[in-house]
T-cell receptor
Framework: AQRVTQPEKLLSVFKGAPVELKCNYS??????LFWYVQYSRQRLQLLLR??SRESIKGFTADLNKGETSFHLKKPFAQEEDSAMYYC???????????FGTGTRLKVLA | NAGVTQTPKFRILKIGQSMTLQCTQD?????MYWYRQDPGMGLKLIYY???????DKGEVPNGYNVSRSTTEDFPLRLELAAPSQTSVYFC???????????FGPGTRLTVL
């Protein structure tokens, strides 16, 4: 079955500390993985997709097919990173996406 | 470009009432989606559409109906509202050649 797991509902870190938001997936084919972010009082927006292999706002994520993971990382957290983060899987050959339950990141001053 | 717009922003319904959540996009996207977001549960796909006249069920379609008569509009209909449908509803769209979904601001629905 296709599934996306984000084990942490809430992650609190201090400003300047490293951040890692975990995402594991279950999918038998070739997945396409995404990270979406929802800042307070704003709509969901795309942060990263694994195909792009880019860094956005200092965040990176590497697809590890062996561990079926797509963890989101940032070396130095900033207060403006506080938001809700969702990992999503796009199943190849379909138009559907499966979202994880989300992790709320709080960056403390 | 307004992107994806949804109306209303908030609504309170009584059990058994019906309503339509409106969704419009001005990006000429073929694919459109309806999700519901329950606390601690992430986003669940209700229905999706790959073009005008074509719709299909997602994970949680029961109690909902959709139509897609134009590329721009993808309304979601609740016929007999139930408390279990209390949720935040998001509409999204994407281009056929690029996988990024663009989301609307959401509709917060409470059924009492």
């Amino acid at each position: 079955a296709q599934r996306v797991t984000q084990p942490e509902k809430l992650l609190s870190v201090f400003k300047g500390a490293p951040v890692e938001l975990k995402c594991n997936y279950s999918y038998s084919g070739s997945p396409e993985l995404f990270w979406y972010v929802q800042y307070s009082r704003q709509r969901l927006q795309l942060l990263l997709r694994h195909i792009s292999r880019e860094s956005i706002k200092g965040f990176t994520a590497d697809l590890n097919k062996g561990e079926t993971s797509f963890h989101l990382k940032k070396p130095f957290a900033q207060e403006e990173d506080s938001a809700m983060y969702y990992c999503a899987l796009g199943a190849s050959g379909t138009y559907k996406y499966i979202f994880g339950t989300g992790t709320r990141l709080k960056v403390l001053a | 470009n307004a992107g994806v717009t949804q109306t209303p922003k908030f609504r309170i319904l009584k059990i058994g009432q019906s309503m339509t959540l409106q969704c419009t996009q001005d990006m000429n996207h073929n694919y459109m989606y309806w999700y519901r977001q329950d606390p601690g549960m992430g986003l669940k796909l209700i229905y999706y559409s790959v073009g005008a006249g074509i719709t299909d069920k997602g994970e949680v379609p029961n109690g909902y109906n959709v139509s897609r008569s134009t590329t721009e509009d993808f309304p979601l209909r609740l016929e007999l509202a139930a408390p279990s449908q209390t949720s935040v509803y998001f509409c999204a769209s994407r281009d056929s050649s690029y996988n990024e979904q663009f989301f609307g601001p959401g509709t917060r629905l409470t059924v009492l």
